[in-house]
Antibody, heavy 117, light 111 residues
């Protein structure tokens, strides 16, 4: 069974840093693009970043470009989101997802990031 | 870059059919057949229900169908059931610097 498990979310001070992890199992992780999506409390879904199977291409939403870095380790079947200079507006549940045939087929359960003093 | 436009809410009675629209531009929805739809219950992760405009993943009820005309995609749910009450989001590839975007989401209420 395909599974994604996120971890690393926590309460962090404004300006702080955090690294989210997403461990995949049950499918051929190294052949698919991976995506991070976030959802602020009571709000809709927002595409955050994605990364090509070999890690050579990455893209970001404008609001996080220059502050967040997406990466992956295919040997560990994992994708990461390194977040710097966190702001209150980054508070959200962060989901990792697998892009197959231009859609997000597999999703994790999400990990909550709260940026607050 | 604005999100794709969806109605904030729709409602219908059990057994009825409803449609949720997702309006974009010729740079996103209208550019490719890379529109997908997601169902989300409160406190849960989204679930893919339609991909590439009109394809259903294995296990998704055939009461869910998708279509596209020009810059607007639509999700239709027929034979509405109480369990369909959820939030629905469209998602599309874009030709802009940010390659993917979601719609603002639609809350479906089954009366």
């Amino acid at each position: 069974e395909e599974q994604l498990v996120e971890s690393g979310g926590s309460l962090v001070l404004p300006g702080g840093s955090l690294r989210l992890s997403c461990a995949a199992s049950g499918f051929s992780f190294s052949t698919y693009w991976m995506t991070w999506v976030r959802q602020a409390p009571g709000k809709g879904l927002e595409w955050v970043a994605n990364i090509k199977p070999d890690g050579s291409v990455k893209a970001y939403v404008d609001s996080v470009r220059g502050r967040f870095t997406i990466s992956r380790d295919n040997a560990k079947n994992s994708v990461y989101l390194q977040m710097y200079s966190l702001r209150a507006e980054d508070t959200a549940v962060y989901y990792c997802s697998t892009d197959i045939s231009t859609a997000l087929h597999y999703w994790g359960q999400g990990t909550l990031v709260t940026v607050s003093s | 870059q604005s999100a794709l436009t969806q109605p904030a809410s729709v409602s219908g009675s059990p057994g009825q059919s409803i449609a949720i629209s997702c309006t974009g531009t010729s740079s996103d929805v209208g550019a490719y057949n890379y529109v997908s739809w997601y169902q989300q219950y409160p406190g849960k992760a989204p679930k893919l229900i339609i991909y590439e405009v009109s394809n259903r993943p294995s296990g998704v009820s055939n009461r869910f169908s998708g279509s596209k005309s020009g810059n607007t995609a639509s999700l239709t749910i027929s034979g509405l059931q109480a369990e369909d009450e959820a939030d629905y989001y469209c998602y599309s590839y874009t030709t802009s610097r940010v390659p993917w975007m979601f719609g603002g989401g639609t809350k479906l209420t089954v009366l």
